[in-house]
């Protein structure tokens, strides 16, 4: 049985679909039952669990095959990632009680990076797990094809999505989250010693070439639009954001190519699923409501 945390978004929900289907047995670890209904009527025994909350994760985590970890977001972090460091803290306390018998976390292309940016968080959940005792795998997945879910409605509407990826027409490293459950979930049923670092990107896909998939999928013109850097800040701030420093290096770190995979002590995986077959998805869901 393989403990999954973030089962209730995309990835964890991937990574729980593929191993159901070749018959291995999982436990949902949520924070809110409510959220965790699909996988109730699985016959899933679901475990609630904050991920700040170590003692609920050492029940959650014991007695397990393996566990998935998927760090919970945070885009708009207090100075000194004192978010992360909190929840990080939380799961190398949780993991080192429970001692399950291998690890894969979902980590990130730049997670390497020494710059200053976003990534830096799963930098530093890298830096704490590979302490650990048990074999850990990090998965370093490139920029999610998904995150265009943000642009459906526009593209349906003005036959425009906007860009903070720029140039327009250099290609970026990118993957589905399908890919990411798949793989993971191989990893999972993996036997190694020691620590494994494995990156994973789809295919190399420019602005522009989103705007073309969207265009094929819509049957009507779509075009991409830069958002001029200068913008950012303000911009970021009008949606809410109190600190969008991290944010913004990440996208510097994109567009500039020092957010890059390291080749050096890796390993490399490539996704399977095309961008036409996301942005399809992304569209039915879209018109779907």
């Not at 013109?221 to 809410?240: C, K, M, N, Y």
Request: hydrophobic share 45%.
């Amino acid at each position: 049985m393989f403990a999954i945390t973030g089962i209730t978004g995309q990835v964890g929900g991937e990574v729980a679909h593929n191993l159901i289907v070749n018959n291995e047995e999982i436990r949902p670890v949520v924070r809110d039952l409510a959220k965790a209904k699909y996988w109730e009527q699985r016959g899933c025994n679901i475990f609630v669990a904050d991920m700040n909350d170590s003692d609920a994760l050492v029940e959650a985590f014991t007695g397990t095959a393996g566990v998935f970890i998927l760090l919970p977001p945070t885009f708009d972090p207090s100075a000194g990632f004192i978010e992360a460091h909190r929840t990080i803290k939380s799961i190398h306390t949780a993991l080192s009680i429970a001692k399950p018998p291998k690890i894969v976390c979902l980590s990130t292309i730049g997670a390497n990076s020494k710059q200053f940016n976003l990534l830096n968080q799963l930098g530093i959940l890298e830096k704490e797990l590979s302490s650990l005792p048990m074999p850990v795998a990090f998965l370093r997945a490139a920029w999610f094809m998904e995150n265009y879910a943000w642009d459906v409605a526009s593209a349906i509407e003005d036959g425009v999505i906007s860009s903070f990826l720029q140039p327009l027409d250099k290609p970026f490293p990118m993957v589905a989250t399908a890919d990411v459950g798949r793989v993971a979930a191989e990893l999972l049923k993996d036997v190694w010693a020691g620590q494994r670092i494995i990156n994973l990107e789809g295919t190399r896909i420019s602005p522009n070439e989103i705007a073309s998939s969207f265009s094929k999928i819509l049957g009507k013109s779509v075009r991409t639009e830069a958002i001029p850097s200068d913008t950012w800040h303000s911009l970021f701030i009008s949606h809410g954001m109190k600190n969008p420093e991290p944010r913004i290096q990440m996208l510097n770190g994109f567009n500039q190519g020092w957010i890059e995979f390291d080749d050096i002590g890796t390993e490399s995986r490539k996704g399977e699923v095309s961008i036409d077959t996301v942005i399809k998805k992304l569209v039915r869901s879209y018109s779907q409501g």
